[in-house]
């Protein structure tokens, strides 16, 4: 798994292009720091769609709680928050790919 690290947003000078900071997604999935303010951009380049799977590791009266997944079509992008929800036991979230064919990945967080 390959260790995204995060691009801060600031509010003084923003991000003009988010698709420009995208790295392409790893095949054996990526890692992502995980907090409040924390995004997952995802797009897709591919002719099909992709669906990204965010690992949940925590349970709920011994439940385990489903993955979260995000379906984004051919063509397009989408942005997944990365709440403490998906912290894992390395304190990164985990991040799966059903194909990485021109996918891409961006992690963004907002701050001053």
Known sequence: ????????????????????????????GDTAPVGPNYFLYVTNGDASPHTVTLAT????????????TL??????????????LFRGATGRAAITYDGVTAVKVAVFTLGA
């Open 1 to 28: 798994m390959a260790a995204l690290n995060a691009i801060r947003i600031t509010t003084v000078g923003g991000v003009a292009d988010l698709a420009a900071a995208a790295v392409a997604a790893a095949g054996g």
């Open 57 to 68: 590791p925590g349970t709920v009266d011994g439940h385990a709680i489903a993955d979260a």
């Open 71 to 84: 379906v984004v079509a051919a063509g397009k992008s989408g942005l997944i928050p990365l709440t403490n």
